[in-house]
């Protein structure tokens, strides 16, 4: 099993990452996930992201090792963003390969949910105005979305 946990501050290339994630012919499935900076309605000149070097990093290890143990995964690659990023650029690249593909797709949501909650990544606006938005709170949705893997 291999993961690869990158928290950077340059751009993510997603074609050279999702090509990385296994070339050895073991998998059947890949599940890419890429999220990127929204421009809110055209009010925000950029989001910027703030995280805890080192700890960011561990628990990104730590929620795909639990990945890992749920789903019979061959590869596990998160690269994430920090800095200012402008609308359109891409925040977050997160990729599973697996034997099958229900594996692949469980896994890369269970991933994506759980580092919306438990990395510690802050982020606050920059708006088109001049103006600096506080430090944007944990939405509901995120946390209920971590609920159902613990019905599951």
Not at 65 to 84: M, N, T
Request: charged residues 25%.
């Amino acid at each position: 099993m291999m993961f690869r946990v990158v928290v950077q501050s340059e751009r993510i290339d997603i074609a050279a990452e999702t090509a990385n994630l296994s070339s050895d012919g073991a998998a059947g499935a890949a599940v890419v996930f890429c999220g990127y900076c929204r421009d809110e309605g055209g009010r925000l000149s950029a989001l910027e992201l703030e995280h805890y070097p080192g700890m960011a990093e561990r628990e990104i290890q730590n929620i795909l090792a639990e990945a890992a143990a749920r789903w019979p995964l061959i590869s596990a690659c998160v690269v994430h963003r920090f800095g200012k990023i402008a609308p359109g650029e891409e925040i977050v690249f997160s990729g599973c390969t697996s034997v099958h593909r229900h594996a692949a797709f469980e896994a890369g949501a269970y991933v994506m949910d759980f580092m919306k909650t438990r990395a510690p990544f802050w982020k606050r606006e920059h708006l088109l105005d001049g103006t600096v938005g506080a430090w944007v709170d944990a939405k509901d949705a995120d946390l209920s979305a971590t609920d159902r893997w613990h019905r599951l």
